[in-house]
């Protein structure tokens, strides 16, 4: 069994900067891309940012040079570090991560949402 948990969500005025994390755990073999997306009400969920093992990353051209995507592959977890966030940044953020288990893979997981919120 598998399970991504994020952490770090919150309400943050415009133009601050939140960090979140995301941590996988279980019968991991090995993970391959990981990656940040989020869904606004009333709206499909949309790719923020993914990042591939050896550390290649690939941004949404509405965050890019405000949010950055990192992973520490010894702990199993991805990062966003978002700065300059706005109003438009507000919505439920999730990770996904592809993963191999002990015995079958690859399959993609996801997280359980964390909120974020951008507001005066």
């Known amino acids: 069994q598998v399970q991504l948990v994020n952490s770090g969500g919150g309400l943050v005025q415009p133009g601050g900067s939140l960090r979140l994390s995301c941590a996988a755990s279980?019968?991991?073999?090995?993970?391959?891309?990981m990656g940040w997306y989020r869904q606004a009400p009333g709206k499909q969920r949309e790719l923020v940012a993914t990042?591939?093992?050896?550390?290649?990353?690939n941004y949404a051209d509405s965050v890019k040079g405000r949010f950055t995507i990192s992973r520490d592959n010894a702990k199993n977890t991805v990062y966003l570090q978002m700065n300059s966030l706005k109003p438009e940044d507000t919505a439920v953020y999730y990770c996904?991560?592809?993963?191999?288990?002990?015995?079958?893979?690859?399959?993609?997981?996801w997280g359980q949402g964390t909120q974020v919120t951008v507001s005066s």
């Open positions: 990042i591939n093992v050896i550390g290649t990353t």
């Open positions: 996904n991560a592809r993963i191999w288990t002990m015995s079958s893979g690859p399959n993609d997981y």
């Open positions: 279980g019968s991991i073999f090995t993970i391959g891309v």
